[in-house]
């Protein structure tokens, strides 16, 4: 029978640890060594190319760093092909693997190998059998080397169950699942991203790479309700059959803090400090990437400057960009032609009057792409006359549907000879045979 930490002790630690996070954020020094670069990349292009003001621009230490969208849309890049040492957001990697070849309830036994490991570790023992599920926590909570050596022991033997070096099989499969992810830049040599003494080596990615993997982690419910976990505690059983449960050090100081919703740190002489990090507000995800920045705090307050310059150039937008009325007061879009007479059009307004976009204000000019469908025969208000499509930087960001604001009745017998009749003469003075659509509303401006 487990024989858990009191509840009231067990909170206090939690409540302890916490506060000393908020501490250490506080405290964080204002960093005299972030810059502004006007050559970083904004959508694709150098700050320079875009003309965008330096106090535009998130001021970061960081010597490689990225924002992408849930969707892979790419928003700041800094030498993002670059490929330098990761340290342990290498295990970003290990945690795909495990969740993509694993259930949660598998357990998993730690190896002498996995247990001695050494350096940042989740506290396992020799023996120590655990789940899945509770390896993950140890692998990205505290980042345990020991829980990524372990993790990949047991992959590698799924994988391939005649294999002599499991540890091997596995660490060939992230190379392969990296470059399925598109990774061009990566390369892993162990399943947690320790590169000197006996570990060194020529692993690297880049900060492009981290976003892809990053993006790709964050798809698994199991790896977000990890990182997304205020609860550093971790239960395993061990060898001599007793069950156990202790606390982590969390390193990812950041969580919950303005939208904040997980990350993966990384540190080692070489990689320097590095942390890769999920944000959401208001239903919009983004992952941040920084690689070696000049300290521990400093990788925190670059995190916080690169989410804050992106939400902070997020703004609303109205579709309806105009200033003219239809009859019954909405905004008028547009006059679409009804071409079965030779001078009479319709007013259009949007489906939605209210509708808005959300854009980035670096991203450039919004354009704006009108439709209009054949109007033929009697129109009613509300009927769909068209489309209207608003795009930024050559991405859809809204399209709304066009309606009518007014009835428009098609020609009787009478009128419809009549009409034959005018075309007649309009082609002999070459006139055009239907009155012109015209767009009134414009492309709203950033």
Request: proline fraction near 3%; charge should be negative; charged fraction near 25%.
């Amino acid at each position: 029978m487990k024989s858990p930490i009191p509840l009231v002790k067990r909170s206090a630690q939690l409540a302890a640890g916490i506060v000393c996070a908020i501490a250490l954020v506080a405290s964080a020094p204002a960093v005299a060594d972030a810059q502004v670069l006007t050559t970083d990349n904004v959508c694709g292009k150098t700050a320079d190319a875009r003309g965008i003001a330096a106090k535009d621009l998130p001021d970061i230490d960081a010597t490689n760093a990225y924002v992408m969208s849930k969707d892979g849309t790419v928003y700041y890049a800094r030498n993002a092909d670059e490929q330098v040492k990761i340290a342990s957001i290498t295990k970003v990697m290990t945690a795909i693997l495990a969740v993509e070849n694993c259930k949660m309830d598998e357990k998993v036994t730690v190896s002498n190998a996995a247990a001695t490991v050494g350096n940042s570790t989740a506290g396992l023992l020799e023996g120590d059998e655990l789940t899945v599920e509770q390896a993950l926590r140890g692998l990205l909570i505290p980042s345990g080397n020991d829980a990524a050596v372990a993790l990949a022991e047991h992959v590698g033997k799924k994988l391939d169950s005649k294999t002599k070096d499991p540890v091997a099989t596995f660490v060939k499969a992230m190379n392969e699942r990296a470059k399925k992810l598109g990774c061009t830049g990566t390369l892993f040599e162990n399943p947690h991203g320790l590169d000197f003494d006996e570990w060194a080596g020529d692993m690297h990615s880049t900060a492009r790479d981290v976003a892809l993997m990053m993006q790709e982690a964050m798809k698994n419910d199991a790896i977000r309700q990890v990182m997304a976990s205020s609860d550093a505690w971790i239960e395993v059983t061990g060898a001599d059959g007793s069950d156990r449960s202790h606390s982590m050090d969390t390193h990812n100081v950041l969580l919950g803090q303005d939208g904040n919703i997980g990350g993966k740190t990384g540190t080692t002489d070489d990689a320097g400090y590095c942390f890769t990090a999920g944000y959401e507000r208001d239903s919009d995800e983004i992952y941040t990437v920084v690689l070696h920045s000049s300290s521990t705090d400093q990788r925190f307050a670059d995190t916080a400057a690169l989410a804050s310059w992106y939400y902070g150039h997020k703004t609303t937008i109205a579709v309806a960009n105009t200033k003219e009325k239809t009859v019954n007061g909405n905004p008028l879009m547009a006059r679409i032609s009804q071409i079965d007479w030779t001078d009479k059009t319709i007013d259009a307004t949007l489906a939605d009057p209210s509708a808005q976009a959300t854009v980035f204000s670096l991203a450039g000019k919004v354009t704006e792409k009108v439709t209009y469908d054949d109007l033929r025969g009697t129109v009613h208000v509300g009927d769909k006359v068209g489309s209207v499509t608003l795009k930024q930087n050559g991405v859809k960001i809204v399209s709304v549907d066009l309606v009518a604001d007014e009835e428009g009745s098609g020609p009787n017998p009478i009128e419809w000879l009549l009409v034959k009749l005018d075309r007649l003469a309009r082609r002999i003075d070459n006139r055009p045979l239907a009155a012109e659509s015209e767009t009134v509303a414009k492309a709203p401006a950033v």
